[in-house]
């Protein structure tokens, strides 16, 4: 089996990346290389992979690569993913995540060696269900909540999800598609919520949380989500959504005080700044159709954590090169002469 990874530069697609190295399977990992794409991340299992640079919203260039690699199973990790940024800018969003998908389901169709077409995980969200309230704890999104969206982000990830359900219903594509809360751990880029505000404690920098802190996120580890894909992907129904959470709500200046504990920093490193423009309360996953194919969360928040605070101290030329934005320099020295 020949899985083709796309996005794997990126912060889950690379945990999924080693994931799928460890269990020895033919990946060929193809990426864009934006600013949120590090092969640093890929480093440590080099020699177990193929690295392709391409963008998913190049038709020619995606049919060379499946005509070349000819992979088995497709799973799209790549997206412009950070929520701020899509409200900056959304035209990439809609690009990379909409046109980009669509892309790579009619490269699916088009060079399936049984006419069916090739298998594809699309890697979505649960922000396309909006959010819910802070005060009905009883409330948690299911595979049957409307598709509500917020941001440019969250409004792309959910028609890329619909025009997959609809590549299966009018070509029989045959694909899955997850729904996962927030993923945190090792290769996080330092602009999202954990990675941030460890990387600025360590630099000694302000800590900004947003309006109140009050919102409320339910956190997974990556690894966590990574067995997810992997099994839904053994076991899951061909057109399917799962939805993927670690029934770990937190609040946002909960985990910022825990991080600040952990790291021996003081409070008073916290910024309240200016709220985010429309903002979701809260996040919930209801994960019993994946648990029912045998899949639980095994990292407790305390444990991943710390498992990820450490790393962020054991790695910090990681993050740092990023911060500094040498990171980008790693591809023309490593591939400008190939
Ligand atoms: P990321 O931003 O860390 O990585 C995205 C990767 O995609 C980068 O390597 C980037 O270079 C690559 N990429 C971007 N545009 C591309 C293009 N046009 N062609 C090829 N490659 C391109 O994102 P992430 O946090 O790893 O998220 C991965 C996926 O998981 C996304 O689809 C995201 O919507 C989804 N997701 C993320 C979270 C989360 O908490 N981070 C939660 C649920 C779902
Ligand atoms: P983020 O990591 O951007 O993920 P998402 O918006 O996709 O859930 O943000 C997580 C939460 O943290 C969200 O409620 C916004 C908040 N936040 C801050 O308070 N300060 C920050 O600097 C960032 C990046 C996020």
Known sequence: MTYLITGGAGFIGG??????????????????LTYAGNL????????????????????NAIDRIFEEHKPDVVVNF????????????????????????????????????????????????????????LDRPDLLFTEDTPLHTSSP?????????LLALAYHRTYKLPVT??????????????????????????????????GKGENVRDWLYVE???????????????GEVYNIGGHNEMRNIDIVRLILAELGKPESLIAYVADRAGHDLRYAIDPSKIGALGWLPQTPFSVGIKKTVAWYLENRSWWERIVTGEYREYYARMYGER
């Open 15 to 32: 945990n999924f990346v080693h994931y799928m190295a460890s269990k020895n399977a033919k990946i060929v990992v193809l990426d864009k």
């Open 177 to 210: 598609i997850s729904r996962c809360s927030n993923n945190y751990g090792p290769y996080h880029f330092p602009e999202k919520l954990i990675p941030l505000m460890i990387a600025n404690a360590l630099s000694g920098k302000s800590l900004p949380v947003y």
């Open 40 to 59: 640093e991340t890929l480093e440590p299992v080099r020699d177990k992979i193929t690295f392709v640079k391409a963008d998913i919203c190049d038709r």
């Open 224 to 238: 966590d989500h990574c067995k997810a894909i992997d099994l839904i992907l053994e076991r899951g129904k061909i």
């Open 153 to 161: 982000y969250s409004a792309s990830k959910a028609a890329a999800d």
């Open 78 to 133: 790549a997206a412009e993913s950070h929520v701020d940024r899509s409200i900056d800018n959304p035209g990439v969003f809609l690009q990379t995540n909409v046109i980009g998908a669509q892309v790579l389901m009619d490269a699916c169709r088009k060079h399936a060696p049984d006419g069916l077409g090739i298998r594809f995980h699309q890697v979505g969200t649960d922000e396309v269900y909006g959010d819910l309230p």
